[in-house]
């Protein structure tokens, strides 16, 4: 399983800025899944102040466990911050049956 995130960062603050964040995966009864780290953003030369900048993200899960019909919900923090847009449910379908 993967995920990829594209992050936009504001560029109207420094010309570089070293962002912290999270990713939470949440179920109503098993234990949550948390990974995370930091990325700096940094606005090219000659870039107007003000411009947005796209800052993809690529997660890899070798082994994460789901089960069929249940429902996840993952969560993103960005230092600490999070808004109710910046999370996506997901459900498993039932295995189906040779």
Sequence with gaps: MYG???????????????LTWA??????????????GTFEAGRPAGQTPGTAL?????????????????SYLWRLAINDTSEPEWQRRFS???????
């Design 4 to 18: 990829r995130i594209v992050v936009g960062v504001d560029g109207s603050g420094p010309s570089s800025a070293a």
């Design 23 to 36: 990713l939470a995966r949440a179920s109503a009864d098993d234990l949550p899944v948390l990974v995370g």
């Design 54 to 70: 796209g800052v993809p993200l690529a997660i890899n899960f070798s082994a994460l466990p789901v089960e069929p019909d249940k």
């Design 92 to 98: 498993v379908r039932s295995a189906v049956e040779a």
